[in-house]
């Protein structure tokens, strides 16, 4: 009988290549890695995080009483206006109670103030002077004089070294003979003032804010004198 010759078969195994091998076996242990980590329980990370939480909690609670209790720091014309109100209030007393401007003068001169001191004289509309002290104004010596006027209104003339550069905003300011003047109100009292060399001065009042004003501009010096 005839004899039958097979051919080899297409589908025959043959060895795979060595890079694919090398691909097979990396990805086999990067499973089995990744089998071997085990995930955190829900109540392990609850543990951990309830101290941090509580910790977040305490700070936010420290800061809201901060705000509470720690109070804001006034601004100038705040103090100015406070200083004012405890002397209405006779809880701030004058050191030297005295019509004479010369005397004040002195007086102001023999307690170290950190410039010439200067007392208006404001007879001509009808306040009289009532006397003075030295003022500590934020740690600074200030010239404090108090008047009277015909209504008994107080008014306080303030002067001390400084700038009105460093005010605060807020204020209005006028203009009278080329001088500024910074207009400010604080509950009631008005507050004017302005530069005079190295000095700063203020009028304070409770009276109608326009007069205070009209008074600053009749004591102010123009800026070339």
Known sequence: ???????????????????????????????????RTIPL???????????????AAAVVALGILALILIPKQRTLPQVVAHDFRTYQNQKLTLELNTPDVKKLEAFFADHGLPFKPHVYDLSEKDYRLVGGRVQYLRQQRTEWVV???????????????????????????????GK?????????????????RKVVCALISDMPAENVVQLAFTKAKPPST
Request: proline content about 7%; glycine content about 6%; some cysteine.
């Open 147 to 177: 008047y009277r006027g015909p209504n008994n209104q107080a008014l306080v003339c303030q002067m001390y070294v400084g700038n009105v550069s460093k005010l605060p905003v807020g204020s209005v300011e006028r203009e009278h003979r």
């Open 1 to 35: 009988s005839p004899s039958i010759t097979c051919s080899a078969s297409p589908f025959a195994a043959k060895a795979a290549p060595s890079e694919l091998r090398g691909n097979i076996l990396r990805a086999l242990k990067a499973d089995a890695s990744a089998a």
């Open 41 to 55: 329980r829900p109540s392990f990370q609850t543990r951990k995080l309830k101290p941090i939480l509580a910790w």
């Open 180 to 196: 500024k003047f910074h207009v400010y109100q604080v509950k009631g009292v008005t507050m004017v003032f302005w530069q005079d």
